[in-house]
């Protein structure tokens, strides 16, 4: 399953920023592949149960994929399928969509008040 790969690349990255220290909120900019931000939300949970980011608030910024036309030069967010066929500003069929995936831990909330439990770091 992609999803979970992917939540457990936000937990490990995560995990090594907080350096042993917890959690209280992650935000995660995603792009490049729609997901959904639910099973994105559930699969963080799981990932993240029995560390120190267990309980952290997930705060999921999806930014949609990109197709450039050849033709205008215009780039337009993917918001449909049609999008990857034609421009939707000049009707044009020359259409570019890489397929390029971006995860990008923008920012982490460590909880100062609360010691540090041991066996709570990262399991892997």
Do not use: K, N, W
């Not at 639910?38 to 197709?67: C, H, N, S």
């Not at 050849?70 to 069929?93: F, N, Q, Y």
Request: hydrophobic share 40%; aromatic share 2%.
């Amino acid at each position: 399953m992609h999803e979970m790969g992917l939540c457990q690349a936000i937990v490990e990255a995560t995990l090594r920023r907080a350096a042993g220290r917890p959690v209280r909120a992650v935000r995660v900019r995603v792009g490049g592949h729609p997901v959904d931000p639910q099973v994105i939300a559930q699969g963080f949970r799981m990932a993240a149960a029995g560390t120190y980011a267990e309980g952290a608030e997930l705060d999921l910024v999806v930014e949609p994929q990109t197709a450039h036309c050849r033709s205008c030069g215009a780039d337009s967010p993917v918001t449909a399928a049609t999008v990857l066929v034609a421009c939707p500003r000049c009707g044009g069929l020359d259409m570019d969509a890489p397929l390029t995936e971006q995860l990008v831990v923008e920012s982490i909330a460590i909880s100062e008040d609360e010691p540090a439990a041991s066996g709570r770091g990262d399991s892997g």
